[in-house]
């Protein structure tokens, strides 16, 4: 059997880097599950997070993004609010993002520590230049939600 070379053709957008147009027709259907209560946090402008109830824990501090389950013992966890200033851990820029990346590329993505949270929770800066160690701000875009963690954003604070 002789199968055909793909007859469709991708627009170029760009020559050097090479940057081709790949339109994609699929939808993904996602439901959030026990995680979903974090992001109807986000249209309140709360940033919920998650703390193991189990006393026995040697983990205290918060997790965000929330787990439904304490990773470490796996007992329940209790919904709290978390800080909503923090510090930029880290950071980088997308230059050349890929399809379902749906900020502008050029937009800093940022890494925030938050006091009492074990985990550094990945997000974006809406305004400012990113510096390592800079306090930061929660944003929460309530005009017009997409219902995902880009709900999220940091400032300068």
Known sequence: MTIDWPT???EVINQDPLTIAN????????TYGGWGRFFVGLQ???????????AQCEENRLWVPPR???????????WVEAPQQGTVYTWSVVKYPGELFKLPAGTPLVSV?????????MSWLK???PEIGQRVRAVFNTAAPTNSILDLAWVPA
């Not at 339109?23 to 996602?30: L, N």
């Not at 439904?68 to 209790?78: L, N």
């Not at 520590?113 to 929770?121: M, R």
């Open 8 to 10: 469709t053709t991708l």
């Open 23 to 30: 339109p994609k027709t699929w939808s993904h259907f996602h």
């Open 44 to 54: 309140q402008e709360k940033l919920l997070a998650t703390r193991c109830v189990n």
């Open 68 to 78: 439904c389950e304490c990773p470490d013992c796996w007992h329940e966890t209790e």
């Open 113 to 121: 520590e938050l006091e009492g949270v074990c985990t550094k929770l």
């Open 127 to 129: 305004q400012g230049k």
